[in-house]
C-alpha cells in the first residue's frame, strides 16, 4: 500500500526554483510530523527539512536555510518543498518521509520517520 508519493523533480538551471509535492495517504495526516530527506550519488541520505504535526514547527538543514521553505496543507493530505536559489550541490533524489506524533527536534535522523515515500529526483545543472 503506497503511504507516499514524491512528484515535481527535474532537471533545473543553477539558480532556478522547483516546488516538490507529496501526496499522502497516511491518515490522520495532520497527526504525522513531515520530513523531505536528500540522496546525492555515493553519499549518504540526509534530513533537509521538516514541519511538525499541525505545524507547528519548521527546520532546516543549515546549507537550505533561507532558499528552501516546508509547508503542508492538511486538507488535502499534501507536503510541499518550495527549492529556489538551487546549485549543483542540491542535486538529489529526494524524499518525503512521515511519522505520527513525531516530536519537534533540531535536527531529524533516518530512523525517526517510519514512512517513506520512493523519492524525486532533482538535478541542477547547467
Known amino acids: 500500500q503506497v503511504q507516499l508519493v514524491e512528484s515535481g523533480g527535474g532537471l533545473v538551471q543553477p539558480g532556478g526554483s522547483l516546488r516538490l509535492s507529496c501526496a499522502a495517504s497516511?491518515?490522520?495526516?495532520?497527526?504525522?510530523?513531515m520530513g523531505w530527506f536528500r540522496q546525492a550519488p555515493g553519499k549518504a541520505r540526509e534530513w533537509v527539512a521538516a514541519?511538525?504535526?499541525?505545524?507547528?514547527?519548521?527546520g532546516y538543514t543549515d546549507s537550505v536555510k533561507g532558499r528552501f521553505t516546508i509547508s503542508r496543507d492538511d486538507a488535502k493530505s499534501m507536503l510541499y518543498l518550495q527549492m529556489n536559489s538551487l546549485q549543483p550541490e542540491d542535486t538529489a533524489v529526494y524524499y518525503c518521509?512521515?511519522?505520527?506524533?513525531?516530536?519537534?527536534?533540531?535536527?531529524?535522523?533516518?530512523?525517526?520517520?517510519?514512512?517513506w515515500g520512493q523519492g524525486t529526483q532533482v538535478t541542477v545543472s547547467s
Open positions: 518521509a512521515g511519522h505520527r506524533y513525531l516530536s519537534n527536534r533540531n535536527r531529524y535522523k533516518e530512523g525517526d520517520f517510519g514512512t
Open positions: 497516511v491518515r490522520p495526516f495532520e497527526t504525522y510530523t
Open positions: 514541519i511538525t504535526w499541525k505545524a507547528r514547527n519548521t
